[in-house]
């Protein structure tokens, strides 16, 4: 979608393209209420400033739709479209890491109550293992911040993906 396209859409089509970058109510609605952009960095600076603002119950709202790490995102829709793209070097991962992400996805949601998130985009198998098993050990307290700072990233790679400056052409 062009910017001027998102810039101009009605309320209810905008949010639902942001909804996928992040279904956080009060994202969504900050993103939408400081429309007109004038670039798509623009938009990225306001949705990264948003993403900054977030809270733990945000974070678990938001992760009730995201898939784990490993696991074939369901249904057809933008979010899965996204998520299966961006969990896309998982298609070719040993089975022994592949088990040992299940492992740890359990482990992990046992330990903090909610899914793994990490920026699965640009990662290999073996690195999101291993960023898994660091956090595992970590703090509640930093280790939602640090998982809300993930998401802050998936959500900006996304917006980035789906809407492009006007003078790069359609």
């Known amino acids: 979608m062009l910017l001027t396209q998102f810039n101009t859409a009605d309320a209810a089509e905008a949010a639902a393209l942001v909804r996928v970058w992040a279904d956080v109510p009060s994202f969504v609605d900050g993103i939408l209420a400081a429309r007109p952009y004038g670039s798509v960095d623009e938009l990225a600076a306001r949705a990264a400033g948003l993403a900054a603002t977030w809270s733990e119950t945000d974070l678990d709202a938001a992760l009730a739709h995201h898939p784990r790490i490993g696991e074939k995102p369901a249904g057809s829709g933008a979010e899965a479209e996204a998520s299966r793209g961006e969990q896309a070097s998982m298609t070719g991962a040993d089975a022994g890491v592949t088990a040992r992400i299940a492992a740890g996805n359990a482990a992990y949601e046992r330990r903090f109550g909610r899914v793994f998130l990490i920026r699965a985009a640009g990662r290999s198998p073996h690195e999101m293992l291993a960023e898994l098993e660091r956090r595992l050990t970590a703090d509640p307290d930093a280790e939602w911040r640090e998982a809300a700072a993930q ?20």
């Open 151 to 170: 998401l802050g990233e998936i959500a900006v790679l996304r917006l980035r993906s789906a809407v492009r400056d006007d003078r790069m052409g359609a």
